[in-house]
């Protein structure tokens, strides 16, 4: 098993007027009675000591697996089913169902409720994976009823605190390889899923009062209410003195109305780069500020100022239908110290006007 950390490369401008629509989560929690559409699994209690890790590295919002794996001899009994602890909340995991072994339990346990998603892709259209609740004093995994078949999404918005499992199985032949996603960061009472990354490492999830989530990070909120997003006050200012005089020029972003989010992205530009951010795309009522000024000594004294943007308009103004017009307007937020850090437009005047080239986006897995 390797790290599976890959990058989706598109051209900035195409890539930003793409996004995936909201599909709406199961409405149901786990439930407490444990009933659901699949039999009760009996584990094995000899079983569950040949347990093969998996790490998580959270800190990047990668699925890792060591490079030395615990090694263990098998019991006798233990080839009807392979097992797996997962070690965080982000899983990504490829592995094969054989004759041997027809199951794959994924195991992992979460402290506070939340939001989960999850598929297994194979191109056995027969392979599925399901949520189980376990109970491990009795070494029993009560069925959820939340899966599907093989490339098909499953989420629910209110797992509870406990010991989960997902069992990958087949409902016809074995034999081909699959791959498990897993992503139960969130929160709960998540509304919907509104970007998800290839992996299913990164997703936003939108709630009921608004928020937009990344992980279990808050991003934004999409109300249209003023200040709802304070966090994403933005300002870049050039001040150049010499002798007596001085040129100054300054962007400003405040009270930020948010259309959507994207995954997490590697951004790279002249002005900011972070290894680790989302694009925020602005809507409508955004306030915009731009200021540029000189100013000489002389003799003779001169000076100079205008608010007027590279549109023509006199700034400070709000976004306004001519502005969601074309390329968007968009923040880019560091996931890495929470805060925006370029505002990428055709109203920031150094890439409008060429002095810095586009920047660069690589979406991650």
Known sequence: MTLKRKYVTTPFLVLLLFFVMALPISAEAVPSNHSGLLPAVQIEPEVLGEVESIQTDWESGLALSPSELLQKPKPANAASRLNYNVD???LYHSSSLTASNPQNFYFFSVAAARSIIF?????NASYRVDLYQIDWSTG????????????????????????????????????????????????????????????LQSVVWKYANNDLYLNNKLIANT?????????????????????????SRTHSISDARVNYITTAVDYQSTYASSNNAVLIVLKEDTLFTYHYSTFSSGPPTQYFSSFTDT???????????????????????????????????????????????????????
């Open 119 to 123: 598929r297994t892709e194979s191109t």
């Open 223 to 247: 109300s249209d209410t003023a200040n709802a997003n304070p966090q994403l006050d933005w300002e870049r200012v050039y001040y150049f003195s010499y002798g007596g005089g001085y040129n």
């Open 140 to 199: 029993t995994a009560y069925p959820t009823g939340i899966g599907n078949t093989s490339g098909n999404l499953s989420a629910a918005n209110n797992v509870p605190a406990g010991d989960f499992g997902l069992l990958v199985t087949s409902t016809g032949t074995v034999g081909a390889s699959y791959n498990v996603q897993s992503n139960v960061s969130a929160p709960s009472g998540a509304l919907s899923y509104t970007q998800i990354s290839t992996l």
């Open 311 to 365: 549109k023509g308009l006199t700034t400070p103004r709000k976004f306004g239908f001519l502005d969601s017009i074309g390329n968007p307007n968009i923040l880019v937020y560091d996931l890495n110290t929470n805060k925006v850090i370029d505002f990428v437009s055709s109203l920031n005047y150094y890439y409008a006007n060429g002095i810095e080239p586009a920047p660069t986006v690589n979406y991650y897995n």
């Open 88 to 90: 965080g909340d982000i």
